[in-house]
């Protein structure tokens, strides 16, 4: 098997991917990806232009494009939406090239960031409890897709990602299951102190 060099971040919606993926891969001197943002520059629209205009099912077309270019990258932080989890097969590819690490929030977490987040059409109008509700059919399957599980309460964005290098490191480094991921992020020694 091909060694995995992609880190994948995946959660629901506001759990903070994006912020975290972003310095991690800083930390890492490793690109940083965000599959929304590829997205968005592709179709020149926000999110929520895209679900107006075009609905879910076009996103999801788009999103499931967009994995399989990024899940064939190497040595790169990725971002994904919240959905990402909903297609099986974005998930395979993803793993295939990535450890996957699942930003997990608290419901009351995930409610302070997104209600009525225009940015996030899947969240704006929704009551809390259809909120909620989303979210608790989504949970099963990050549990089933995540190699790593951060607890994201009470913490900031550096404090998660110092935790991510962590667990990378004692996970998949001396050549386990997934080959020496952290040897071949050069900066991690600098960092972890
Ligand atoms: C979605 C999450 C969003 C975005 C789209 C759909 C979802 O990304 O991909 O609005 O289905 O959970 P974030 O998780 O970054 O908000």
Known sequence: MKNKTNIV?????????????????????KRYLDTDELIRQECKMDITE??????????????????????????????????????????EKLRRSGIVVWLRASEEEILQRISGDAGR????????SEIIEIYSK?????????????DTGGKDIETITIEII?????????NGK?????????????IEG
């Open 178 to 190: 997934y080959g020496n991921i952290i040897g071949e992020f050069q900066r991690v020694r600098q």
């Open 50 to 91: 895209i679900f107006d205009k075009f609905g879910e099912e076009y996103f999801r077309k788009k999103e499931k494009e967009t994995v399989e270019r990024v899940a064939a990258l190497e040595g790169t932080v990725i971002a994904t939406g919240g959905g990402v989890v909903l297609n099986p097969e974005n998930m």
């Open 121 to 128: 059409p899947l969240a704006f109008n929704r009551s809390e």
């Open 9 to 29: 971040l995946i959660g629901f919606m506001g759990s903070g991917k994006s912020s975290v993926a972003r310095m991690l891969a800083g930390k890492l001197g």
């Open 138 to 150: 989504r949970l099963n399957l990050y549990a089933i897709y995540a190699d790593i599980i951060i």
């Open 166 to 174: 962590k667990h990378l490191k004692n996970t998949y480094s001396n």
